[in-house]
């Protein structure tokens, strides 16, 4: 799943246990921290949302990068962004 805006992103957090959205709501405001130190650490949304997507998922466990990582990260972006 990704979002491509706002609304989507609230739809598809709404839809997560209290557990995991907590933990959502943490992650994100972590990754959102980090890309604001960006001219302290070179780490924009995007760089962070790079480094968390395939961490932030199970995707597969046997290849480093795959192509569902791509939109998982591009939404993670957004997010952050938001």
């Not at 992650?27 to 780490?43: T, Y």
Request: net charge negative; proline share 5%; glycine share 2%.
């Amino acid at each position: 799943m990704q979002c491509q805006s706002e609304e989507e992103c609230a739809r598809l957090a709404g839809l997560l246990p209290p557990t995991e959205a907590a933990l959502l709501d943490w992650a994100v405001n972590l990754m959102a921290d980090v890309a604001q130190m960006e001219h302290l650490n070179k780490m924009n949304a995007r760089n962070v949302a790079m480094v968390f997507a395939p961490n932030m998922t199970q995707v597969s466990k046997y290849f480093i990068f795959s192509k569902m990582e791509i939109p998982i990260a591009n939404s993670m972006q957004y997010i952050v962004n938001f």
